[in-house]
């Protein structure tokens, strides 16, 4: 969801600014825009409905010189996706610009005060609303930009990231946040800001997170000033060193990020498990756990919270620490559990996953479990997100950014990370002997060459799609650790195909989508030998004597199943716990090339944003 860059330097603002609202472009947005001041201090606004590339368009040709600029990607969530509702925003007679990621939730209220004081609004936002209480505190009180700012928010509820730059102060930006995250980049005599670090790699590796409820003025050829909204410098400016490369963020000769993404997983798992397992495989070591084992330890209950992909992987983490822990799972959807009166206690552990580490829901959630006084624990992909700074203790999946909004390689990781927290757990709980933990921490020891093998599928998968560009519905079905892979199937196929699939516990067929089965209609059943294998074997069966077509995931060498299927793609066999992450990726294959088969934008579907940061 919306982006925010900003520059101020030597160099030229403009294209800095566009290269980083490119580099945003992944978050999902549906209009741009800059703000350029020249040395002079003149500002200009340019601002487009679209993609970034249209923004370039519209300034071709216009003064786009300047030294200081901040740029935004917007997702509308106040007000249509059109040019005036794109940001910047600006002030009364075009003196302050400002950007915005986050919403401002007594808008209505602050905007009929300022009516009242003479002020009008061109635009539907309430981001305008903020620019123009910043501008009347200003010209009230006649008082610099930095304090203008600090007492608007002030008057603000609401979340936000947010950068401001004043007319005739071309040396000046000012930036704040709450519950919306903003990184500053320091360079040689420049300073780069943004709401993730993507715009700032490349650039300079040396960063500041901004905290909740601090706000730092950048001034040209001045020391940076971190404070907090009550006026408090932040005693250390804790500069960090962000390991990201340019690379990591381009797509490596892949026609898509989703391919490469997909095409990684080898890579992303060895860096998910490493140092993770010891050298004979009868000890996992989660550093996350073992500080914490009293907490867990004194654990009655385990509530996890998430949202989309990471909340099937949640799905099937319930049955991972069920079966290996002996402790009772819940898993919630964080959208759903503030508002479903939750029963949370000091004895409950609540695990939050989130790939972004910033999804708004999420983060509601673990404020919530926080005040009932839960422990609160993440899994997490992007280093510094809010997520792991607002929980107490978490696990990083560390499988690199994703950039593709449909997520792959990061649901495999979580579910890896999902794995190891369920073995360092029994551990410490004394529910599997180490001879138990070996043959688990073995296979998750060959994942990487095992999803290898998978992804020799592709060619193989790429054919089958052919066959399905055109169903306008799926069924994708499962039981035990696979009806959590069915619904990740199915998610995948609908956002980047925009085909409706739904993902069903096979053996619930019966009890309502049995009716839909015809030959139009392809169920994807997935049916690796576990201990459900024959149990399935029969819903192949029932699919089938309706006149069925079936696409069987199984393992190699199935023929009862081969015997009665259309279409099967054969995975290695592993222990069962593991067979999530392996059934995955054939399903990650298919739903991308029936996307691309269809002519979608795969890596930035519509209407979906990669990181969620509105309710
Ligand atoms: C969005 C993304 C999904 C993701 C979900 C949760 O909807 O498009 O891919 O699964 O948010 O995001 P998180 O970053 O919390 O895992």
Redesign the pocket.
Known sequence: MCGIVGYIGSGRAYGILMDGLRRLEYR?YDSAGVALERDDGTLSVYKSSGKVADLEHLAEGKDTTGSLGIGHTRWATHGQPNDVNAHPQVSRGGRLALVHNGTIENYRVLKETLSQCGYSFASETDTEVLVQLIDYIQETNHCPLPEAVREALREVDGAYAIAVVERDQPDQMVVARKSSPLVIGVGEGETFVASDATPIVGHTDQVIYLHDNEMAVIRRGKPLEVQSLAGEARPSLDVQTLRLSVAQLEKGGYPTFMLKEIFEQPSTLTDCLRGRITADCRRVVLSGVVENREKFLRAHRIVIV?????WHAGLIGKRLIQEMCGIPVEVEYASEFRYGCPRISEDDVVVA???????AD?LAAIQLAREMGAFVYGICNVVGSSIPRNTHSGTYIHVGPEIG???TK?FTGQVTVLVLLALCLAQIKGTLRPYEVEPVAKALQRMPATIKEVLRLAPAVEQLSRTFTYAHNFLYLGRGYNYPTALEGALKLK?ISYIHAEGYPAAEMKHGPIALIDDEMPSVIIAPNDSLHDKVLSNVQQVKARGGRVVAVINSGDEAIKSLADYCLEIPEVPECLTPIVASVPLQLLAYYIAVNKGRNVDKPRN?????TVE
């Open positions: 999902g998430a949202c989309g992909t990471s996953i989130s790939q972004s580490g910033e999804t999420t909004v449909a997520s990061a956002e979906l944003a990669k990181s969620v």
